[in-house]
């Protein structure tokens, strides 16, 4: 296997990891940002059809965000980044989709 490859297929590696926290809800808090998001939905656009991207990435998206915003540890709430998060979140899916906005 060349070098080239090895370091592509880490990367995807890498990406599958983050699309699994995001799905099963182990995604820390700090990885909460519109870069996750981005590898997130550049993943299903590149994987799922666009109505299974939408879907997928909406229902964890919103798992996420209510997981991340009602914490149960005494640990304190990122509520700025959810904020900022929020503001572009539908967006990314859809520069990632090459399409028209997501129906709220």
């Known amino acids: 296997m060349s ?4 370091s592509t297929q880490e990367f995807r ?4 990891e983050l699309v699994l926290q995001y799905e099963d809800g182990s ?3 700090t990885a909460w940002n519109a870069g996750t998001l981005t590898t997130v939905a550049t993943w299903y656009a590149k994987k799922l059809t666009p109505a299974q991207a939408r879907a997928r990435y909406e229902k964890h998206y919103h ?13 304190a709430v990122a509520t ?6 929020d503001a572009v ?3 990314i899916l859809t520069k990632a ?7 709220s």
């Open 80 to 85: 700025d980044s959810i904020e900022s998060v």
């Open 13 to 16: 590696s890498w990406e599958w």
């Open 27 to 29: 995604l820390p808090a």
């Open 3 to 6: 070098e080239s490859t090895t």
């Open 63 to 75: 798992r996420n965000r209510n997981r991340l915003t009602h914490r149960l540890s005494e640990a």
């Open 97 to 103: 989709l090459g399409g028209d906005a997501p129906a």
């Open 89 to 91: 979140w539908q967006s």
